[in-house]
Each structure stands twice: as structure tokens, then as C-alpha cells.
């Protein structure tokens, strides 16, 4: 199976930066689009940024111009670079990998275990 790593999250003052990494592991054999997700408190799961494994991105509107989505596959990474932070991006952070497991698998989801970011004002 896929086990995906993500770091540590924390606390952060408002305009401040802080990055996130996720980090594939396990049997893989192809990792499609790689993302990000976040979930603050009472509200449903939102998409924050995806890459595809050619590098095209796609951000969230709250987010774009503020956050960077990069991944690094010869390790399986996928990065997220916040600045500008705000409390309303306050939430669990998820990472998502779409992987297949061998050659012939139908590629599936695989989520980390998230992360907490928490911006004060």
C-alpha cells in the first residue's frame, strides 16, 4: 500500500510563511496528480492546490497568489509553500495522492493523516 508523511504543521502569526510537505511512500509505481486539502472547523473539506505529475497547477481562489503547490517526484514530494497567511486559512491540512500501484492497478486516492496550521491575528 501508500503511506503518505506529512509535516508538521504549527502556529503562525498573520503575514507569516510556513511549508508544508507530504511525502509518498510505500509500493508505488506511478503518482499522478498530487494535492492539497483543508478543513477548518464545521465546514466541509475544500480543495486548496493541485499539480499534475507534468508541473501544471491549480489553485483554490482564496489561495492563488499566496500559496505555491511543487513536488519533487524522484521523492515522491509534494510541497506547500504558504505566505501572506490569514486566520481564515486556519484549518487541517490534507495532502492527496492519486497512485497506482503497479503497472496494471487502476490509480486510486491516497490521504495523509493531516496537519494542523493555525494562524493568529
Known amino acids: 500500500q501508500v503511506q503518505l508523511v506529512e509535516s508538521v504543521g504549527g502556529l503562525v502569526q498573520a503575514g507569516g510563511s510556513l511549508r508544508l510537505s507530504c511525502a509518498a511512500s510505500?509500493?508505488?509505481?506511478?503518482?499522478?496528480?498530487m494535492a492539497w486539502y483543508r478543513q477548518a472547523p464545521g465546514k466541509q473539506r475544500e480543495l486548496v492546490a493541485v499539480?499534475?505529475?507534468?508541473?501544471?497547477?491549480n489553485y483554490a481562489d482564496s489561495v492563488k497568489g499566496r500559496f505555491t503547490v511543487s513536488r519533487d517526484n524522484a521523492k515522491n514530494t509534494v510541497y506547500l509553500e504558504m505566505n501572506s497567511l490569514k486566520p481564515e486559512d486556519t484549518a487541517v491540512y490534507y495532502c492527496?495522492?492519486?497512485?497506482?500501484?503497479?503497472?496494471?492497478?487502476?490509480?486510486?486516492?491516497?490521504w495523509g493523516q493531516g496537519t494542523q496550521v493555525t494562524v493568529s491575528s
Open positions: 499539480i499534475t505529475s507534468g508541473g501544471s497547477t
Open positions: 492527496k495522492s492519486n497512485t497506482a500501484v503497479t503497472r496494471v492497478s487502476v490509480a486510486r486516492d491516497y
Open positions: 510505500g509500493s508505488i509505481f506511478r503518482i499522478n496528480a
